[in-house]
T-cell receptor, first 115, second 114 residues
């Protein structure tokens, strides 16, 4: 069964460093998303992406964050200058289409630890 | 924006018993309510969903009910098995635009004791 994959599973970085989290969505999916979950808190929406551009983003997704689909298979989340509060589990998701009632398939997540 | 509350945060049941997880939402425009199961080391996986035009949906041992008036929805698992042990998340969405943004509950850790 096709699945969303994410690398690395765990990333440790120093405050102020740049990190890139990588995702390979399901191959025929067209819509891509990033969510994050700070330990003990809810899963929060960060950004959605379609047709090579951001379609919606939350207030969390500030100028320190960017997303990119550098080729036909990868979808990346970049944090330019990490802060302690960026420590969280980051989930990538994809779906065949947008709109209501559309199932989003989630990857296993990348645990980001900022020291 | 939408706010989803989920209870309980942990739930321990004996194998064979039923488990019920409840969620409330705040935005009456929300019209799609998926439930995700997350096992250790894995991402959330959809187990059942319900649309706002339906009051109840069942899939084998799993059922979901929706009360739009009260703005709450529940997950029911009957005849629980140890493999049902996981974290369960409810979510709500209903964006009128093309791209769905899910609002998640805080999760329920279900432990099914053999």
């Amino acid at each position: 069964e096709p699945e969303v994959t994410q690398t690395p599973s765990h990333q440790v970085t120093q405050m102020g460093q740049e990190v890139i989290l990588r995702c390979v969505p399901i191959s025929n999916h067209l819509y891509f998303y990033w969510y994050r979950q700070i330990l003990g808190q809810k899963v929060e929406f960060l950004v959605s992406f379609y047709n090579n551009e951001i379609s919606e983003k939350s207030e969390i997704f500030d100028d320190q964050f960017s997303v990119e689909r550098p080729d036909g298979s990868n979808f990346t989340l970049k944090i330019r200058s990490t802060k302690l509060e960026d420590s969280a589990m980051y989930f990538c998701a994809s779906s065949t289409q947008g709109g209501t009632y559309n199932e989003q398939f989630f990857g296993p997540g990348t645990r980001l630890t900022v020291l | 924006g939408e706010n989803v509350e989920q209870h309980p945060s942990t739930l321990s049941v004996q194998e064979g018993d039923s488990a019920v997880i409840k969620c409330t939402y705040s935005d009456s425009a929300s019209n799609y309510f998926p439930w995700y199961k997350q096992e250790l080391g894995k991402g959330p996986q959809l187990i059942i969903d319900i649309r706002s035009n339906v009051g109840e949906k069942k899939d084998q041992r799993i059922a979901v009910t929706l009360n739009k008036t009260a703005k709450h929805f529940s997950l029911h698992i009957t005849e629980t098995q140890p493999e049902d042990s996981a974290v369960y998340f409810c979510a709500a969405s209903g964006d009128i635009y093309n791209f769905n943004k899910f609002y998640f509950g805080s999760g329920t850790k279900l432990n099914v004791k053999p």
